[in-house]
DNA sequence: AATGAATGAGGCTTCATTCAT
DNA sequence: AATGAATGAAGCCTCATTCAT
């Protein structure tokens, strides 16, 4: 028994998860405002009353999506960051890597894209937002170029602003598959887009050869 | 009097693109569905009435919106593809400050933002843009980097994922700009953004010297 | 010049019933709530705004339609009563020729299905309505049929009630092709429907024979 | 418990009706266009949204009072005409009092007023109409009509005329007391009405006795 | 006299939220 | 815990009416 708690229970305790994977994959698909209710407790398989026994409101959903939404894969990001030994380029590689088996083949692809619409109309979740994945992240991308920097691996680089060049492709994969890649053909092999990515960066990036 | 036609019909033919350049803002801002007209016409400084004078729904306003938006600076870039002569990089850069003033320091920068947003909602806008805009640029770039690889001034590339990889950076730093940029504090200077990019580009593009 | 007087000033005259030609058009073909002011201007080839310099409102333009419309044919049927000679069933069937000369054939054969429809919509113009037309109307029924029976030429009726029933199947024919018969095929053939009606009637009001 | 579903259900199951019988006063005294939901919904002693529950529209709401409205008086009439033996003229009594028991003093009353009123305006509905009950009301009048030529009792009459002429007082009577009838004067005792009509008709049809 | 651009009150409809069952 | 009927605030849209030209 206690190695099988009650269905039931089992089910009480995954309900809010189901509630809002049904909600990230409307929210991205139609944006926030567009979304109903009643869609969203119609793809969890449960009646629009249940989902105030789980979130005190459609707000709440949507700051809950967020919340459940990323943060392991930074916390992953980190460690990943703290073991690493040897070529920068490398844990560059390793950071990506485990970026896109964390994120980029999960629902939570979408994430970035749901942001980016609706940061204006929840502040406060934008804000916890960029606490918490945003800062880190980029503190993790700033870290390993300054890494890469001190070992005389990369070129030297205003690191600040080069955070932000070296994220944007990644993100843009995201957000572009979560919207137009999905309407229009256009399909985008994230495998190749990844690695002409990677090696125009590591080119990029490369202290130059005397 | 030739000098002085009305100012009622002034207005009348200035009408439409003051509406849509209120309606841009607040679509970007807040996204298609939060966005209530009787803003967008307290915007425009008209009431509500009127925009159903030139518009016949709010879908229409959405699409007179897109359709203004951004096609000038697509046909600009295609005729300085035609006239440039020399170095292919140079070209590449020449590109980049026409879509920076044609569009990055207008409210048309907006325009990725709300179209990554609401792509799904409005399939027959999201068409429209991607014949018009997207495939466009896209053939603009891939000419413009298979000119360099013709040329031996690039290394070799394979030029369809490459033309994403290297319109990404420019993409998000609108659609950046457009969105969290404006509420968390992030800034992000676009001219060392860009600076640095073009620099990475560069660098990533060129055909290894031996 | 007296003799024709400017085409300016005869259409400025013309004007208020070529409006009012319209919108007993409109009005009985879709109602008053449901017509546009906009379309009864299109349909007398103005503007909105020159139906405001007729009629202080749309009220105002219904209370004219009607007020415009039927009386002439009351006031010729009195007229006709008060010369008519001889045998009382022929004076029933002149009234009934006069109206439908005056009224069956022409435009204002909508009016009965329009009064029927907003009666109790414009209860100062159903007054009116009843005052003019329907009062004097069923005056001059019931005053052929006491004729008749004073004449030994009907049998006795309750003249109140029997006027009733002599009016409605006229009035019926009236509304039945402003309404139904309209779009759905059922044409009604009006003069064979008015001599069966005819026949009926006089069968039906003649004295019995001993 | 068989015997009490829950008051939930029994409520959910009464819901229609008594939303249509609200519409339809109210379409009925108003029209449709200047009926406000609102107002239904008060007369039902719900909230406007509530209406949404059950149809999907103003218009499936008028579609809904209509065809709930007088289809049951047609079948039955049917019925009496198929049981029927005898005398016709004794036949066509009983058809009008079959009508009037089961429209005349009901709220139904009021539907041949309003399909003439909005005919124009709904040519789906008003297809309905006539297919279901028109034609089928002027079959069973036909039908009788040619049973009694048949049989001797009545004169030789254009039975397709006929029947129009014979039905023409019977709805007058229906839509003059749904409409000017309720805000004038002029009450018209039924009854009476009926009396005088059927008798003006037997001896109207009556075969010419030698 | 005539126009038609502009207004804004008002109605239909949607949907987040509540609550009796 | 779960349901789904009911609510009513809020938004899109229409159209009678006004008024500057």
Redesign the pocket.
Known sequence: MSEHPSPRKR??EA?PSELTAAALALFVERGFA?????DVAARAG????????YF????ALFKAVIQEGIMPVVTEGESIMAQHDGDTFELLGRLLENLWAGIGETPFAGIPKLMVAEAHNFPEVTQFYYENVIRRGRGLVGAALERGMARGEFRSLPVDTAIDVVIAPILMLLIWRASLARCQGSPVDPGEYLAVYMDLLRRGLQRSQV
């Open positions: 089910r009480k309900r567009a979304t109903r209710l009643e449960v009646s629009k009353g249940t989902l105030y026994l005190d409101s459609k707000e």
